[in-house]
């Protein structure tokens, strides 16, 4: 079986690994790279636990071969925050208690993050369209989409 | 971090951040298969692809020739003799003469890589012997129904019932048939409910080690790890003492991660590959195969009622599957089912019963959701059916403290009464409904639960402290026993580290279930916290030359009280723990037992739906949940275990089962066919806490955990009914099966 | 697994023309390697199409239609103003396809090639009347869409054929498409029933309508009774009891874990009577 060499850039470090072709991203990250942050919840794309970003799209790292990030750039919750200084929204997630078993919380960060690139000022309901694809157990959601929305809110400079 | 106004305490009941949020939100938290270990392997599971089989055959000589693989296990390498229950766990672990469901573990493979290990698991033959089976709880107690155990019955079995009858269950009070002659309206009506899966996000995973001597340890997700290790030890034949198991963060539990599936498997396969620790991480289909999802229920109830809505009798018989072992919750089920009600005729029958699918595990108050289910569709149809209001028959016949409880015990002090009333004055309920959308009640109880617990605490040499509890924290119970600590001591909530230990430092704790962490690890913690000032009470007495009983600890401080007071300036807390070395070594406290005290609570849920009359398709307007905390800790994590508990049973109530072919197999076996609620399914869930403290508790708790779960499938079914006019009384209410139900009555 | 990433079609078309084990085209990798991560299908070799210069662009035809490359996401399709505006019920096909992650991998080519009958890309697709430009063995061919499925899991291409891209022809003027499904919950299922219509408008009147059904026979179904049954309409009540009738008509479907032959029948009449409506809005110049 042999290993496929691959170069890519994850939070903006240079890093190599050899990866099996039958390897996820989801994989490579977690086992070659030592970045467990991204949860693998299902496998199969239903459950958002794994989501990065690849060349800047949201993508589900299960869905994703680690041969595929050949020359490309990943971005995973382990680089979402600057240094000690926290991303709005872990903030706020913190802050809301938006999470509970905190499993599906790194690919929900990512999401949000994602989403509040493009869209500055989400209503309730694209927020619960655009994360429709992030389960979560635990909560039900309202304290999530309302962190997601504070954090918007402190994004635009706006009181929470 | 606003203090609420009308506790008179400094930190309980407010909302700091928990202790663990930053780990959380960071990516660093380690989860189950978060761990790796120098030298270790990976491994996989052979699953038998049939319902009911016998195992003819396992050759295993392919996948051990196989470069790289380094042990495979199957029955053989399990000790024998075992008998119930520590039986029943090793026959789930890994099939012995005969696979008993669909994802029954046959075999185990280690390889040096998770791919290799699959590929050898491939590589695996198994002959089966298929066997007819049998899956629905109506089939399973047909007499001629496939015999799946015989001898399985245990002795509360009369003799004469159907071969998959394993326990049988008969209590109540007063003359039913009597009190139903007493009523002005008597109905009886049957209910279904399928198996959920508790759905927690993280698949299980563990990375075990076990050497030749016998000595072993195990990292893995669980919400006990006591159990994992004598329940690994049992199935193994190990000695208890020589495994350490220490719990990951996990990732969801809801009662599923509180026994044993796969653990014991990777202990086996690392003691075969000479001692090199071994990972297990389950596949989503695996978790929805071969872990616990809940019994499915066939129930019966029946109830009188006078004009005026008292309930005069009232009779359950349930029926439930819990897989291919006994342990369906039909006792718990029965138990909770006439919870909220005062009846002076009662009487309730049960039957535990064996079908083709995996063992059934624990699922957040279980048994409760089902009964629930039932006796609530009928308090609502019936209240229809005289014309009254559906909480007032409720507030009517709602159970006080004093009451005789349905299932036996009397009620000490419990808040259904304050938590009726609180509904009732809720604004949701005077929101208007338009075309096609109704509006649904019910009510829900669970017991909460104590349990064996062990705690201990340090104060550390700069005054901060430290706590050790054995229940793994699952929804922020870190935070809530910080808050109690630190509001003991006197310090500030930072000032408090709680940490989950592994189970060579603390005695037997039971997993965090039963809404108990908050309770009882809570309860021990403050306990042990008392022992600790009393100490540092008794250095600052020693310093001051005064008798022990002359100082009280008040603001993180001891200070002389009684003749004494104003003596000598307070010494705080800071003061003693940086001299204990000199005055007599460490400080701390301990407290273990049966922590006494447990207060039941009740909610009530209010639900708004809106029906597609041309799909069938319900939607969820409006949710609203009250129920009693005793007292709210940290109420967001409070409001956090409300909304998470309801939800799930929108889920079960709408759109979550089990659904198996013709063939015994299961058939959705993945999130995408088992569906669970998504964000955009769902409203904000409103949550008011009624806080009728328990006086078991030094700050009032009930637990929260459970309750929450138990309304909302009724509710649901009385929303849809109000809408419609239909009376679902077969769960989940799919589009199909509502759309079926409105053309049948002329309506679709 | 050999992973291969040729760079033009014709490679790929010879790398799995030469192949002699299973062999899989990996555009999106939503399907493949959810079959593979299951272990239901472990290819021997895996041919990476999006190494192909081209595969990820949207560009107008000379005639004024579409071509789609079949790397194209499905969250690019939404991003493109002009395909929005021309074929606004073949967009929201496709972005009802999974997640907003699932978005950002899944294609129109992977959806149709997987050959599920419930593929939510696939009705829109085929009521537009997009045919797919096939790379073979023996060059360029194009085929229409709906002659692509042959069953669940099956395609009509022969091996060493892939698809390389996909084709919308010119929309016109007062033309209008929609696609609607049903599933149980909001988000992120299957298709139970699937339904798109494309039309054109002579004045108020249906001049011309092109019916696709998802989820309700083996393949996604080119239904001509019904486009016939609202042709020459202005989509009144009759027209639509007439659309119902031929749509339920057409509908052979199995009873699954995902519905029942009579919820999907019914639900198929349903769907095309609000589908059609907003279609014919959409062809009257509302927006998508």
Request: charged share 20%; aromatic share 6%.
């Given at each position: 079986?042999?290993k496929?060499?691959?170069t890519t850039?994850?939070?903006?470090d240079?890093v190599?690994?050899?990866?099996?072709?039958r390897?996820s991203?989801?994989?490579c990250?977690?086992d070659?790279?030592?970045?467990?942050?991204?949860?693998?919840?299902?496998?199969?794309?239903?459950?958002?636990?794994?989501?990065?970003r690849?060349?800047g799209t949201?993508?589900?790292?299960c869905l994703v071969?680690?041969?595929e990030a050949e020359?490309k750039?990943?971005?995973t919750?382990?680089?979402m925050?600057n240094?000690?200084?926290l991303?709005?929204?872990q903030r706020?997630?913190?802050?809301?208690?938006?999470?509970?078993?905190?499993f599906?919380t790194?690919?929900?960060?990512?999401?949000a993050?994602?989403?509040l690139?493009?869209?500055?000022?989400?209503?309730e309901?694209e927020?619960?369209?655009?994360?429709a694809g992030?389960?979560?157990r635990?909560?039900?959601?309202?304290?999530?989409?309302r962190?997601?929305?504070?954090a918007?809110a402190e994004?635009?400079?706006?009181?929470? | 971090?606003?203090?609420d106004?009308?506790?008179?305490?400094?930190?309980v009941?407010?909302?700091?951040d928990r202790?663990?949020?930053?780990?959380?939100?960071?990516g660093?938290a380690?989860y189950?298969?978060?761990?790796s270990?120098?030298g270790?392997l990976?491994a996989?599971v052979?699953r038998?692809?049939?319902?009911?089989?016998?195992i003819?055959r396992?050759?295993t000589?392919k996948?051990?020739?196989?470069?790289?693989?380094?042990a495979?296990v199957?029955?053989?390498?399990f000790p024998?003799?075992?008998?119930?229950?520590?039986?029943?766990?090793?026959?789930?672990?890994?099939?012995?003469?005969?696979?008993?469901?669909?994802?029954?573990?046959?075999?185990?493979?280690?390889a040096?890589?998770?791919?290799l290990?699959?590929?050898?698991a491939?590589l695996?033959?198994?002959?089966?012997e298929?066997?007819?089976h049998?899956?629905?709880?109506d089939?399973?107690?047909?007499?001629?129904?496939?015999?799946?155990?015989?001898?399985?019955?245990?002795?509360?079995?009369?003799?004469?019932?159907?071969a998959n009858?394993?326990?049988?269950?008969?209590?109540?009070h007063?003359?039913?048939d009597?009190?139903?002659?007493?009523a002005d309206?008597v109905?009886?009506?049957s209910y279904k409910t399928?198996?959920?899966?508790?759905g927690?996000i993280?698949?299980h995973?563990?990375v075990?080690?076990?050497?030749a001597?016998g000595?072993g340890?195990m990292?893995?997700?669980?919400q006990?790890?006591?159990?994992?290790?004598?329940?690994?030890a049992d199935?193994?034949?190990?000695e208890?003492?020589?495994?350490?198991?220490?719990?990951?963060?996990?990732g969801?539990?809801?009662?599923?991660k509180t026994?044993?599936f796969m653990?014991?498997?990777?202990?086996a396969l690392?003691?075969?590959a000479?001692?090199?620790p071994?990972k297990?991480?389950?596949?989503?289909?695996?978790v929805l195969?071969a872990?616990?999802?809940?019994?499915?229920?066939s129930?019966?109830?029946?109830i009188?009622?006078?004009?005026d809505?008292?309930?005069t009798?009232?009779?359950?018989?349930?029926?439930?599957?819990?897989g291919?072992?006994?342990?369906a919750?039909v006792?718990m089920?029965?138990?909770?089912?006439?919870?909220p009600?005062k009846?002076?005729n009662?009487?309730?029958i049960g039957?535990?019963?064996?079908?083709?699918?995996?063992k059934?595990?624990?699922?957040?108050a279980?048994g409760s959701?089902m009964?629930?289910f039932?006796?609530?569709?009928?308090?609502?149809?019936?209240?229809?059916?005289?014309?009254?209001?559906?909480?007032?028959?409720r507030?009517t016949?709602?159970?006080?403290?004093g009451?005789?409880?349905s299932?036996?015990p009397?009620?000490?002090s419990?808040?259904?009464?304050e938590t009726?009333?609180a509904?009732?004055a809720?604004?949701n309920?005077?929101v208007p409904?338009?075309p096609?959308q109704?509006?649904?009640?019910?009510a829900?109880?669970w017991?909460?639960?104590?349990?064996?617990?062990?705690?201990?605490?340090a104060?550390s040499?700069d005054?901060s402290?430290?706590?050790?509890?054995g229940t793994?924290?699952?929804?922020g119970?870190?935070?809530?026993i910080?808050?109690?600590?630190?509001?003991?001591?006197?310090?500030?909530?930072?000032d408090?580290?709680?940490?989950v230990v592994e189970?060579g430092?603390l005695?037997?704790n039971?997993?965090t279930?039963?809404s108990r962490?908050?309770?009882?690890?809570?309860?021990?913690a403050v306990?042990?916290?008392?022992?600790?000032?009393?100490?540092?009470?008794?250095?600052a007495?020693?310093?001051?030359?005064?008798d022990?009983?002359?100082?009280?600890?008040v603001?993180?401080?001891?200070?002389p009280a009684?003749p004494?007071?104003?003596k000598f300036?307070p010494?705080?807390?800071r003061e003693?723990a940086g001299?204990?070395?000199?005055t007599?070594g460490?400080?701390?406290?301990?407290h273990?037992?049966l922590?006494?005290?447990?207060?039941?609570?009740?909610?009530c849920?209010v639900?708004?739906v809106e029906v597609?009359p041309e799909?069938?398709?319900?939607t969820i307007?409006r949710?609203?949940?009250v129920q009693?905390a005793?007292?709210?800790?940290?109420?967001s994590?409070?409001?956090?275990q409300?909304?998470?508990?309801?939800?799930?049973g929108i889920?079960?109530a709408l759109?979550?089962?089990?659904?198996?072919?013709e063939d015994?197999?299961?058939?959705?076996a993945?999130?995408l066919?088992?569906?669970?609620p998504?964000?955009?399914?769902?409203?904000?869930i409103d949550?008011?806490?009624v806080?009728?403290?328990?006086?078991?508790?030094?700050?009032?708790?009930?637990g929260?955990?459970?309750?929450?779960?138990?309304p909302?499938?009724?509710a649901i079914?009385?929303?849809?009914?109000?809408?419609?006019?239909?009376?679902?009384?077969?769960?989940p209410?799919?589009?199909?099966?509502?759309l079926?139900?409105?053309?049948?009555a002329?309506?679709? | 697994?050999?992973?291969h990433?040729?760079?033009?079609?014709?490679?790929?078309?010879?790398?799995?023309?030469e192949?002699?084990?299973?062999?899989r085209?990996?555009?999106?990798?939503?399907?493949?390697?959810?079959?593979?991560?299951?272990?239901?299908v472990i290819?021997?070799?895996l041919?990476?199409?999006k190494?192909?210069?081209?595969?990820?662009?949207?560009?107008?035809t000379?005639e004024g239609?579409?071509?789609i490359?079949i790397?194209?996401p499905?969250?690019r399709?939404?991003a493109?103003a002009?395909l929005?505006?021309?074929?606004?019920?073949?967009?929201e096909?496709?972005?009802?396809?999974?997640?907003?992650?699932?978005?950002?991998?899944?294609?129109?080519t992977?959806?149709?090639c997987?050959?599920?009958?419930?593929?939510?890309s696939?009705p829109g697709?085929?009521a537009?009347g997009a045919?797919?430009e096939?790379?073979?063995?023996?060059?360029?061919?194009?085929?229409?869409?709906?002659?692509?499925p042959a069953?669940p899991?099956?395609?009509t291409?022969?091996?060493?054929?892939?698809i390389?891209?996909?084709l919308l022809?010119?929309?016109?003027?007062?033309?209008?498409d929609?696609y609607?499904?049903?599933?149980p919950r909001?988000?992120?299922?299957?298709?139970v029933v699937?339904?798109?219509?494309?039309?054109?408008?002579d004045?108020?009147s249906?001049?011309?309508a092109?019916?696709?059904l998802?989820?309700?026979?083996?393949?996604?179904l080119?239904?001509p009774e019904a486009?016939a049954?609202?042709?020459?309409?202005?989509?009144d009540?009759?027209?639509?009891?007439?659309?119902?009738?031929?749509v339920?008509a057409?509908?052979?479907p199995?009873?699954?874990?995902r519905g029942?032959a009579?919820?999907r029948?019914?639900?198929a009449?349903?769907?095309a009577?609000?589908?059609?409506?907003?279609?014919?809005a959409?062809?009257?110049?509302a927006?998508?």
């Amino acid at each position: 079986m042999s290993k496929i060499h691959v170069t890519t850039t994850v939070n903006g470090d240079q890093v190599e690994f050899l990866a099996d072709p039958r390897e996820s991203l989801l994989d490579c990250l977690r086992d070659r790279l030592g970045l467990t942050g991204s949860k693998e919840g299902c496998g199969t794309g239903d459950c958002g636990a794994c989501s990065v970003r690849l060349d800047g799209t949201l993508v589900c790292s299960c869905l994703v071969l680690g041969v595929e990030a050949e020359g490309k750039t990943v971005e995973t919750i382990e680089g979402m925050a600057n240094g000690n200084e926290l991303h709005p929204l872990q903030r706020k997630f913190v802050e809301h208690a938006a999470l509970q078993c905190g499993f599906c919380t790194p690919g929900i960060l990512v999401a949000a993050k994602a989403l509040l690139e493009q869209n500055d000022n989400p209503t309730e309901t694209e927020i619960r369209y655009w994360l429709a694809g992030n389960l979560c157990r635990c909560t039900g959601y309202d304290k999530i989409v309302r962190a997601v929305m504070d954090a918007a809110a402190e994004l635009r400079g706006e009181a929470a | 971090m606003a203090k609420d106004e009308f506790t008179e305490f400094k930190l309980v009941g407010t909302r700091p951040d928990r202790p663990d949020g930053l780990d959380k939100v960071t990516g660093r938290a380690r989860y189950g298969a978060d761990m790796s270990m120098p030298g270790m392997l990976w491994a996989a599971v052979v699953r038998s692809p049939h319902a009911h089989a016998r195992i003819l055959r396992i050759d295993t000589s392919k996948a051990e020739a196989l470069e790289g693989v380094k042990a495979v296990v199957t029955r053989a390498d399990f000790p024998e003799g075992l008998t119930g229950e520590e039986w029943n766990l090793q026959e789930n672990t890994i099939a012995g003469d005969k696979a008993l469901y669909d994802g029954h573990a046959v075999a185990a493979v280690a390889a040096t890589s998770a791919l290799l290990a699959q590929d050898a698991a491939r590589l695996i033959e198994v002959d089966y012997e298929v066997l007819p089976h049998v899956i629905d709880v109506d089939d399973a107690i047909k007499p001629d129904a496939p015999a799946i155990r015989p001898g399985a019955a245990d002795a509360t079995v009369p003799e004469g019932m159907p071969a998959n009858v394993v326990r049988y269950i008969d209590f109540g009070h007063g003359d039913v048939d009597a009190g139903f002659a007493e009523a002005d309206l008597v109905m009886e009506r049957s209910y279904k409910t399928e198996a959920t899966h508790q759905g927690y996000i993280e698949p299980h995973a563990c990375v075990g080690q076990l050497g030749a001597d016998g000595k072993g340890e195990m990292w893995v997700c669980t919400q006990g790890q006591w159990y994992i290790r004598k329940m690994c030890a049992d199935v193994l034949g190990l000695e208890t003492a020589q495994l350490r198991v220490t719990p990951s963060e996990i990732g969801g539990g809801f009662g599923g991660k509180t026994t044993i599936f796969m653990e014991p498997l990777s202990l086996a396969l690392s003691r075969k590959a000479g001692g090199r620790p071994v990972k297990l991480v389950m596949t989503r289909s695996e978790v929805l195969r071969a872990t616990g999802p809940t019994a499915s229920a066939s129930m019966d109830v029946k109830i009188g009622m006078t004009k005026d809505g008292t309930i005069t009798a009232a009779r359950a018989e349930f029926r439930m599957q819990g897989g291919a072992f006994p342990g369906a919750p039909v006792d718990m089920a029965l138990y909770c089912a006439f919870a909220p009600y005062k009846l002076k005729n009662v009487h309730h029958i049960g039957y535990d019963v064996l079908a083709n699918r995996p063992k059934c595990a624990a699922y957040r108050a279980p048994g409760s959701p089902m009964g629930a289910f039932a006796v609530e569709s009928l308090v609502d149809e019936m209240s229809r059916e005289l014309g009254l209001d559906p909480l007032d028959v409720r507030l009517t016949n709602g159970v006080r403290e004093g009451d005789r409880a349905s299932y036996g015990p009397t009620f000490g002090s419990i808040g259904l009464i304050e938590t009726l009333e609180a509904t009732k004055a809720h604004p949701n309920l005077l929101v208007p409904l338009g075309p096609n959308q109704g509006r649904g009640i019910a009510a829900g109880y669970w017991f909460n639960h104590s349990g064996e617990t062990s705690v201990s605490m340090a104060i550390s040499e700069d005054g901060s402290a430290q706590v050790s509890v054995g229940t793994p924290d699952i929804g922020g119970s870190r935070a809530s026993i910080a808050l109690m600590v630190a509001e003991t001591l006197g310090i500030p909530y930072e000032d408090v580290r709680v940490n989950v230990v592994e189970t060579g430092s603390l005695g037997v704790n039971e997993p965090t279930h039963g809404s108990r962490a908050t309770f009882a690890s809570g309860k021990a913690a403050v306990v042990a916290t008392g022992q600790a000032i009393k100490e540092m009470c008794r250095r600052a007495a020693a310093e001051w030359g005064i008798d022990e009983d002359a100082v009280e600890w008040v603001n993180g401080a001891a200070q002389p009280a009684g003749p004494n007071a104003g003596k000598f300036p307070p010494l705080t807390i800071r003061e003693i723990a940086g001299k204990m070395g000199e005055t007599g070594g460490p400080i701390s406290g301990h407290h273990e037992g049966l922590p006494e005290g447990v207060g039941a609570s009740f909610g009530c849920h209010v639900v708004d739906v809106e029906v597609d009359p041309e799909t069938g398709h319900t939607t969820i307007l409006r949710y609203l949940v009250v129920q009693d905390a005793g007292r709210a800790i940290h109420p967001s994590y409070v409001e956090g275990q409300y909304q998470g508990g309801a939800v799930q049973g929108i889920g079960w109530a709408l759109n979550e089962e089990y659904i198996y072919g013709e063939d015994g197999r299961l058939q959705n076996a993945i999130f995408l066919d088992y569906r669970v609620p998504v964000a955009s399914d769902l409203p904000m869930i409103d949550t008011v806490i009624v806080e009728v403290p328990n006086p078991g508790h030094p700050f009032g708790v009930r637990g929260v955990g459970e309750t929450g779960i138990t309304p909302p499938l009724p509710a649901i079914a009385n929303a849809i009914q109000d809408a419609t006019g239909l009376r679902m009384t077969h769960l989940p209410m799919t589009p199909p099966k509502v759309l079926a139900a409105l053309k049948a009555a002329g309506r679709g | 697994m050999r992973y291969h990433t040729p760079s033009t079609f014709e490679d790929a078309a010879r790398l799995a023309a030469e192949a002699s084990g299973i062999t899989r085209f990996l555009a999106g990798g939503t399907d493949v390697l959810v079959q593979m991560r299951a272990g239901a299908v472990i290819p021997d070799d895996l041919i990476d199409l999006k190494k192909i210069p081209g595969v990820s662009e949207i560009a107008q035809t000379e005639e004024g239609g579409w071509r789609i490359g079949i790397a194209v996401p499905g969250a690019r399709l939404g991003a493109h103003a002009g395909l929005c505006a021309d074929w606004p019920g073949v967009v929201e096909g496709m972005e009802l396809v999974g997640s907003t992650q699932v978005q950002g991998r899944a294609t129109l080519t992977g959806n149709l090639c997987n050959g599920s009958p419930a593929a939510d890309s696939v009705p829109g697709l085929v009521a537009a009347g997009a045919t797919v430009e096939i790379s073979g063995p023996s060059g360029l061919r194009s085929a229409p869409v709906e002659d692509i499925p042959a069953g669940p899991g099956k395609t009509t291409l022969q091996p060493g054929e892939v698809i390389s891209a996909i084709l919308l022809p010119p929309r016109g003027t007062a033309g209008g498409d929609a696609y609607q499904r049903f599933i149980p919950r909001t988000e992120m299922d299957i298709a139970v029933v699937g339904c798109a219509i494309s039309l054109t408008l002579d004045g108020n009147s249906i001049a011309s309508a092109r019916v696709a059904l998802g989820a309700v026979a083996p393949t996604v179904l080119l239904v001509p009774e019904a486009a016939a049954a609202i042709t020459g309409t202005t989509l009144d009540d009759d027209a639509l009891a007439a659309l119902t009738t031929a749509v339920e008509a057409a509908c052979t479907p199995i009873s699954d874990k995902r519905g029942t032959a009579e919820f999907r029948t019914e639900v198929a009449g349903v769907l095309a009577r609000r589908v059609a409506k907003i279609a014919y809005a959409r062809a009257k110049g509302a927006e998508a």
